[in-house]
């Protein structure tokens, strides 16, 4: 995924196309250019970014298809990198049986993309941000791990990575093979971000597509192993990058996260909105600063209102997960690196977040059930 050191020659999509045409698929006889395969291509000041789409059964074995398009890409000069992924589609029969055709008139969804060994992948994603969206997935990762869970934590938040910081985590993740990258970890959760490729101080400069290219590379690429439950820290609000994320991951379901007040929770709808659209289920919301109790005196106030998330989840049909209060601890572990479902585990807000996540994790198990029990509605007529 680093850039290369390469000279800054301009790359033309027309040269892309043309190394990618030298590709060809081994089952079915033809370029993958050609046969449509390849998707999403995008060519900006020297990156390159695309998709090749695949039958998901024979995704598995196709890996060194994958391989192989993006060492030619990375061949022409000029070209600073390569994000290449496979995503998932079924191919369309070419002569439909007789009398029997599917039911239900939904449209065609986009591609899926592959991840072996994750089991499911919970988004947790607020409507805009300062809601402290980051803290929670962290704590809720952690607080998942400690029900001895095998937990994986993607930072999808590429113009803003906080994971590095909050899990206690510094260094660039290595490469055995230049392709597939070894996670960092720590506290038991394996961890990948773009905050470990680049300086914490480093602008993320990237278009929607380069940007969305990165975060799929980093999901396919990334040796996660086997995963219970992989927590995606989604961006902030509901751009294109949230939406191709929501669209092209196979998440399993999402959590919200908002604070108290009418402005935040006018956002948190939009988010939620948004991946009811895309049929994602949404577990849930949280209320995060949701009151503060003076460590001195114990009296509690509601700085920023207080019940708005419980009220705007009974309004809009989705549970309420819990409240998480606004605690100097809070802050300073997860600034510090030692979250405090780790630094204070027994603690009233370790609690909290253990308790959240044990309805998660209810959840998770649930949808994932519902989906091996659903199958194609054919009717025979």
């Not at 930072?155 to 590095?164: E, R, T, V």
């Not at 709808?269 to 114990?298: A, H, T």
Request: aromatic share 4%; net charge neutral; hydrophobic share 45%.
């Amino acid at each position: 995924m680093a850039p290369a050191d390469k000279p800054s020659t301009p790359v033309a999509e027309a040269d892309v196309m043309a190394a990618l045409r030298r590709i060809s698929d081994p089952d079915r006889g033809g370029d993958i250019i050609s046969l449509g395969m390849v998707t999403g291509l995008a060519v900006r000041d020297g990156h390159v970014a695309f998709a090749i789409e695949v039958d998901p059964q024979r995704g598995p074995k196709l890996e060194p298809l994958r391989k192989a398009a993006e060492q030619a890409v990375d061949a022409i000069p000029g070209v600073l990198s390569v994000s290449a992924v496979l995503t998932a589609h079924r191919a369309k029969a070419a002569t439909p049986p007789p009398q029997a055709h599917a039911h239900g008139g939904a449209p065609q969804r986009p591609a899926k993309l592959v991840i072996p060994g994750v089991r499911s992948i919970v988004a947790v994603a607020s409507g805009k941000g300062g809601v402290g969206k980051s803290t929670v997935a962290v704590n809720l990762a952690l607080a998942l791990a400690a029900q001895g869970l095998k937990v994986g934590m993607l930072d999808a938040d590429i113009y803003g990575p906080s994971q590095p910081r909050m899990m206690g985590l510094k260094g660039r993740p290595s490469s055995p093979d230049n392709r597939i990258i070894i996670p960092l970890q720590n506290f038991g959760v394996k961890c990948m971000s773009a905050g470990f490729l680049v300086a914490e101080d480093t602008p993320m400069i990237w278009r929607g597509p380069m940007a969305t290219g990165a975060l799929k590379q980093m999901l396919q690429q990334t040796a996660w192993g086997e995963l219970d439950i992989l927590i995606v820290d989604m961006p902030p609000g509901t751009g294109d990058i949230q939406l191709s994320m929501a669209q092209e991951v196979p998440v399993t379901g999402a959590v919200i996260v908002s604070t108290p007040q009418d402005i935040a929770l006018l956002d948190a709808r939009k988010g939620l909105n948004m991946f009811r659209k895309v049929e994602v289920p949404v577990f849930g919301i949280i209320e995060n600063m949701s009151y503060f109790s003076c460590p001195n005196c114990g009296h509690v106030s509601h700085i920023f209102a207080h019940g708005g998330a419980k009220a705007e989840a009974k309004k809009i049909g989705t549970d309420f997960l819990g409240e998480v209060p606004l605690h100097i601890d809070i802050r300073e572990t997860s600034d510090g690196g030692h979250p405090i479902v780790v630094s204070a585990p027994d603690s009233e807000h370790a609690r909290i977040f253990k308790a959240i996540a044990a309805r998660v994790w209810e959840k998770t198990e649930a949808s994932l059930t519902d989906k091996r029990r659903q199958a194609p509605r054919i009717v025979i007529s």
